[in-house]
């Protein structure tokens, strides 16, 4: 549903330094920002206005930020997906000390913990966007999205899974021209707005069950952020980890 780190990819180069709190400080429209994540590991912050959004995001340096304004109108799609992430990008690049790319079926118990702000105007959701592809990289195979909130979205599936103990709606998209990848959406059906040391594993292995995800390919990037359909100013990202 989104191209996450499609957009000024090229932008991250390697070793990039992390700028001091105060510069890091100004919002961003554009670009990728390094920051000091989880135990002095590298993440990346991206505003990613993909879809012609215009969402600004302001950090302190941390593996956090705000989405200080966001003011272009709806247009019935994705604006914007301001993430958060570790991995590494469409253009090949890494973040240090992500422990990524790694084979699908070497991840033992992955987990992931988030924590959000998530009352703002606007339609929006709170996701995961998480990335499979060859070794080497040539492009996407499987985009797998975890949403665990949002407002005012369109529509879910009418599919039920359980993964967790927990209700999630599935939605799948296969591949297209333009998008030449398997997408495979979970929806929470009761919203949270963080999760902690939420197991990753057992959304991949339904999805390899169902092989819409080959355990031959490689996990390349874990984002956690908005997707932004209109407005979003106000929403936060406070904390953010992913153990792979």
Not at 162 to 182: D, F, M, R
Not at 231 to 238: C, D, K, M, Q
Request: aromatic residues 12%.
């Amino acid at each position: 549903m989104t191209i996450a780190v499609a957009a000024a990819a090229a932008a991250l180069l390697p070793g990039a330094v992390r700028a001091p709190a105060s510069a890091a400080a100004a919002c961003t429209t554009s670009g990728w920002r390094t920051v000091t994540g989880t135990d002095g590991r590298q993440d990346v912050i991206n505003s990613d206005n993909w879809g012609g959004g215009d969402a600004c995001v302001s950090d302190d340096g941390g593996p956090d930020f705000t989405i200080t304004s966001q003011d272009v109108a709806a247009t019935g799609s994705v604006l914007a997906y301001p993430n958060i992430s570790i991995g590494c990008y469409w253009a090949g690049t890494c973040s240090a000390a992500s422990g990524l790319p790694i084979l699908a079926s070497a991840l033992t118990h992955p987990v992931a913990s988030w924590s959000t702000t998530d009352t703002a105007p606007g339609v929006f959701d709170t996701a995961f966007d998480i990335w499979f592809g060859p070794q080497p990289y040539t492009g996407p195979s499987t985009e797998i999205m975890i949403f665990i909130n949002g407002q005012g979205l369109p529509a879910h599936s009418s599919t039920e899974v359980t993964i967790n103990g927990v209700q999630w709606w599935l939605t799948l998209l296969a591949p297209t021209a333009s998008k030449p990848w398997q997408y495979v959406q979970f929806r929470r059906a009761t919203s949270v707005t963080s999760v902690k040391n939420m197991p990753l594993k057992p959304f991949f292995s339904y999805a390899e069950k169902n092989r819409w995800l080959s355990p031959s390919s490689y996990l390349w990037q874990v984002a956690a952020g908005f997707e932004l359909w209109s407005g979003g100013a106000g929403l936060a990202s406070n904390s953010f980890s992913v153990s792979p």
